[in-house]
């Protein structure tokens, strides 16, 4: 599609892939246009029967680049991802702005979606993930909630996801420490659905059983489940509030500068 994100459909299956490999596909404002204008696309796709979504290279995602944070929430940056960063309350698309849909939007595809994960899934890059209906790790894949790192909250529709998989209080160890998790341990906590040597060829092999089935009935089957789930629209401009109210503070950017400098940091008390 571009120099972001591959998409190759065959026989109903989309093959959806990451292609910034040498920065570990890196969420930047590029990438995040490419996901949209991927989503866009898959929704009018005609005959489209499952996604197949992943990561070239040594990992699936690393996460939001950090490199390009300022860039994107610049006064004088342009284009629909600057604006969303600026004002993250905004609804955009329906109950979700910009980078929440990045990750809803494949929630709302109305086929089934596969995640496969290998290398490492961090931050925005695991909130990725959880936008998949189903996730298959490589055996030494790696996930974290690392916004805390950061001085930040997920804010790409990670929280209502997460909310409907795992514990409360899983949920909160989780984003209070923005600890690593192995697959083992992720699949212990409800958060992955298979584990593979070969996490790629698993999720296509699943896609085109799924391809195969009534298309009808998995669509209808994709609209039900969805519907058991709550409201998300109360989370996800949760989400986008916190965030708001953190980004650029004197404790956020001290995250920042204490992670790009490799020490401690220093907080100020609240």
């Known amino acids: 599609m571009n120099d972001?994100?591959?998409?190759?459909?065959?026989?109903?299956?989309?093959?959806?892939?990451?292609?910034?490999?040498?920065?570990?596909?890196?969420?930047?404002?590029?990438?995040?246009?490419?996901?949209?204008?991927?989503?866009?696309r898959l929704h009018s796709e005609k005959g489209l029967r499952a996604v197949v979504l992943s990561g070239e290279g040594k990992a699936f995602c690393a996460g939001l680049d950090m490199a390009q944070f300022a860039a994107m929430s610049s006064s004088s940056s342009t284009g629909l991802l600057a604006e969303a960063a600026r004002d993250l309350a905004k609804r955009t698309h329906g109950q979700a702005n910009a980078p929440q849909q990045v990750v809803w939007g494949w929630r709302q595809l109305p086929v089934p979606v596969i995640a496969a994960v290998?290398?490492?899934?961090?931050?925005?890059?695991?909130?990725?993930?959880?936008?998949?209906?189903?996730?298959?790790?490589?055996?030494?894949?790696?996930?974290?909630?690392?916004?805390?790192?950061?001085?930040?909250?997920p804010d790409m529709a990670g929280t209502p996801i997460l909310a409907t998989?795992?514990?409360?209080?899983?949920?909160?160890d989780l984003i209070y420490t923005g600890r690593v998790i192995s697959a083992e341990e992720a699949r212990s906590y409800g958060l992955v659905t298979r584990i593979a040597e070969d996490p790629l060829a698993a999720a296509l092999e699943l896609a085109r059983e799924i391809a195969g089935k009534s298309p009808d009935a998995i669509r209808a089957a994709k609209r039900m489940i969805n519907k058991l789930s709550v409201d998300p629209g109360p989370a996800l401009l949760a989400e986008s509030i916190e965030q708001q109210k953190l980004i650029g503070s004197k404790n956020q950017m001290e995250a920042v500068f204490a992670n790009l400098q490799k020490r401690p940091p220093r907080f100020a008390d609240v």
């Open 4 to 40: 972001r994100v591959a998409v190759t459909i065959t026989e109903g299956v989309a093959d959806v892939r990451l292609t910034r490999a040498d920065k570990m596909n890196a969420l930047d404002p590029a990438m995040f246009e490419a996901l949209l204008a991927t989503l866009d």
């Open 118 to 153: 290998h290398g490492v899934a961090y931050g925005g890059g695991f909130q990725l993930a959880l936008g998949a209906d189903i996730r298959v790790l490589a055996p030494d894949a790696r996930m974290s909630i690392m916004e805390i790192k950061w001085g930040l909250v």
């Open 165 to 172: 998989l795992l514990r409360d209080d899983i949920l909160r």
